[in-house]
């Protein structure tokens, strides 16, 4: 099966400027996930959808961030206005349940902020 | 809420040493539990995963880890670690009802020739 694809693989922007990820989940899968991962840190859950609705979006700072998973299949994530400390790699995961098994991560989207 | 604590930030061990990583979660239902490796630059990579039967499981290169209940524990171990073993170790407890899936603050493992 086709893995979880993101694009861009790369981005660089400048502070105050506008970025937007997408990530197309595995087919089936009902839930994705977007994660941030912050050089030396672990991956932390921006928003959680279950189809197109959100189950946890608790740390999604949304006077910057917003994602929509229109349709419930795939994703977009945006920035805007970008900071400096947006700086990160971008994750995507989908689950089709977690007791099969079936958690895969994309390749991620590195972003930098200059 | 669920939450994961690797307790080690950093660990040095020599070539052929075996070594423990350590990782400790909390969750109110039930759970399943991943580590991932991170090699510089690249993405994660799934060493195991505990979903349900034997509390033993084996990943790859050459890992295991075991689920402790009673302890709510999954401490990933090596007999003996090479030095293309240095990276940093997530782990991750993921929970059944609403799918959630946390991540741990990483271990960076360092294997000293």
């Known amino acids: 099966e086709a893995g979880v694809a993101q694009s861009p693989r790369y981005k660089i922007i400048e502070k105050r400027q506008s970025v937007a990820f997408w990530c197309n989940p595995i087919?089936?899968?009902?839930?994705l996930y977007w994660y941030q991962q912050i050089l030396g840190q672990g991956p932390k859950l921006l928003i959680q959808?279950?189809?197109?609705?959100?189950?946890?979006d608790s740390q999604l700072p949304k006077d910057r961030f917003s994602a929509e998973r229109l349709k419930g299949v795939d994703s977009t994530l945006k920035i805007q206005p970008a900071k400096l400390e947006d700086s990160a790699v971008y994750l995507c995961?989908?689950?089709?349940?977690?007791?099969?098994?079936?958690?895969?991560f994309g390749s991620g989207t590195r972003l930098t902020v200059v | 809420a669920q939450s994961v604590t690797q307790l080690d930030s950093q660990v040095p061990v020599f070539e052929e040493a075996p070594v423990e990583l350590r990782c400790n979660y909390s969750?109110?239902?039930?759970?399943?539990l991943f580590w991932y490796v991170q090699y510089p630059n690249q993405g994660l990579q799934l060493l195991l995963k505990?979903?349900?039967?034997?509390?033993l499981v084996k990943g790859i290169n050459g890992f295991e880890a075991e689920f402790n209940k009673s302890q709510t524990s999954f401490h990933l171990r090596k007999p003996s670690v090479h030095i293309s073993d240095t990276a940093e170790y997530f782990c991750a407890v993921g929970s059944g009802g609403y799918q959630k899936v946390t991540f741990g603050t990483g271990t960076k493992l360092q294997v000293i020739p």
């Open positions: 087919s089936g899968h009902a839930t």
């Open positions: 959808f279950q189809n197109n609705g959100v189950v946890d």
């Open positions: 969750s109110s239902v039930s759970v399943y």
């Open positions: 995961a989908s689950s089709l349940d977690l007791a099969s098994g079936g958690y895969t």
């Open positions: 505990y979903l349900s039967g034997s509390t």
